[in-house]
């Protein structure tokens, strides 16, 4: 699988409109009337099958906002499986690589003009808090635990509900959806036997195991086949499990899983579940309560030492993950600062000759005023932009942190979308 291309954003003109305005007279009697849904925005991380089905029905529904996350261009091997991919111009988006999340926000604006729908392309880990903290709710349509995780501590740590899709658990005509309803209650690892969440935070900081990774890599070849019938039940199952909450929330401390089965044997079955006291991701002291919104400012044009300067008494910057900024290439000796994820440095190489025998040099868990680091741009360091960026007292260690968002990086538009 190619490398995302980074964080892009691009907020598509709208397309001509078709001149027949959405008549929603049928959706009135439904728990999808216009008032209710026309104010919100939802999330959807991945365009895969799930995430066509998921997108789809948020634009027949008319939503007000879709934010459409996925890393990936569009495959031939998609077609058999996603609606919103089944074009006129799907030849020319296979020959130019067009990425999954600007297709399928262009179809969302066709199917429904009153949806607005923006595309940003690249991983969970690309896209800013701020993103995530003015949408409604947030669908999960990946394939990979890892990203579920992230996803789901992101979440958490902003109070929004979570509804994971899940397909092909059993076999190929079963599926799950998960709601994890916000910051009161369980999130994605305490669904995870004790040794198996281990395994996935110690790989989140970037720590596995290379005998965890071979297992992971067999893991994910074995994965089930997904039909697109599935992908419908699933997906549809989510909108419905994910509005429903949002529209008439119910308790915040419990979460909720339903199986569906169709082969062989018809099953249908709802349980919940609570938080696990042995997850380590409920610190309250992690829960963004208050974010300061700086509009003014933007990834491109502003510094960590810029930021960590308004705070007369000495302040550090703490990242989310450790990031591998400095390290060497054992073939050829090549010395580059790679600025990524400590995490996705496992797959990196080497930018002189492509080997992949690499040593880190310097892991940066956090910036201070006086780190050589500072004085670079958030951008110019990589770093997910429309970010709510954390500082921590260096006087007094136990002090409330300060959450201070990259405001400037949003649209207009979406800027002002935040609760
Ligand atoms: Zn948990
Ligand atoms: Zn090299």
């Known amino acids: ?11 598509g003109a709208t397309l001509p409109a078709s001149g027949v305005a959405r008549d929603y007279s049928r959706l009135t009697r439904t728990l999808y009337t216009r008032e209710s849904v026309e104010r919100l925005t939802t999330l959807v991380v991945g365009a895969g099958a799930l995430g066509n089905e998921v997108i789809k029905n948020l634009a027949l529904i008319g939503v007000g906002h879709v934010v459409i996350l996925d890393r990936d261009h569009i495959e031939a091997s998609n077609l058999t499986r996603s609606v919103l991919f089944c074009t006129a111009g799907i030849a020319s988006h296979l020959a130019n690589r067009t990425p999954k999340a600007v297709v399928a926000a262009e179809r969302v604006r066709e199917l429904n003009p009153d949806v607005q729908a923006t595309p940003h392309v690249g991983e969970v880990a690309d896209c800013g808090l701020g993103i ?4 409604d709710v947030v669908f999960s349509c990946l394939d990979n635990e890892m990203a579920r995780l992230e996803l789901s501590w992101a979440c958490a740590r902003l109070g929004r509900p979570l509804v994971d899709g899940g397909l092909g658990r059993t076999n190929s005509s079963s599926g799950m959806v998960s ?35 071979r297992e992971r890599a067999q893991a994910e070849a074995d994965v089930v086949s997904t039909t697109p019938v599935m992908a419908s039940v699933i997906g549809a199952l989510q909108v419905e499990v994910g509005l429903r909450h949002v529209l008439s929330p119910a308790d915040p401390t419990r979460g909720e899983a339903r199986r569906v089965t169709l082969h062989p044997g018809f099953s249908a079955e709802t349980s919940s579940f609570e ?44 990242l989310d993950w450790p990031v591998t900024a ?50 670079r741009t958030f951008s110019a360091l990589g770093l997910p932009r429309a970010h709510i960026w954390e500082i921590a007292s260096l006087a007094d260690a136990a002090a409330p942190r300060h959450h201070v968002e990259l405001t400037g990086d949003l649209a207009p538009r979406a800027a002002a979308g935040a609760q």
């Not at 910051?183 to 935070?201: E, M, V």
């Not at 090549?334 to 025998?357: I, K, L, M, N, Q």
Request: hydrophobic share 35%.
């Open 132 to 135: 995530v903290r003015r949408s």
């Open 275 to 318: 938080r696990s006291p042995a997850c380590p991701l409920h610190e309250a002291a992690s829960v963004i309560t208050v974010v300061r919104e700086r509009p003014e400012r933007t990834s491109t044009d502003w510094t960590p030492a810029a930021l960590l300067d308004e705070y007369p008494g000495g302040a550090v910057l703490l």
């Open 326 to 375: 400095r390290a060497a290439c054992r073939a050829c000796g090549a010395v580059f600062e790679p600025w990524v994820r400590r995490a996705r440095f496992r797959a990196a190489t080497c930018p002189t000759c492509r080997g992949s025998d690499l040593a880190e040099q310097e892991v940066v868990t956090a910036i201070d005023p006086s780190s050589p680091w500072a004085t």
């Open 179 to 213: 709601l994890f309803p916000g910051s009161d209650g369980p999130c994605y690892a305490c669904r995870k036997a004790p040794a198996r969440r281990r395994q996935l935070l110690q790989e989140l900081q970037g720590r596995e195991d290379p005998c965890w990774l």
């Open 1 to 11: 699988m190619p490398e995302p291309d980074g964080f892009r954003e691009m907020n």
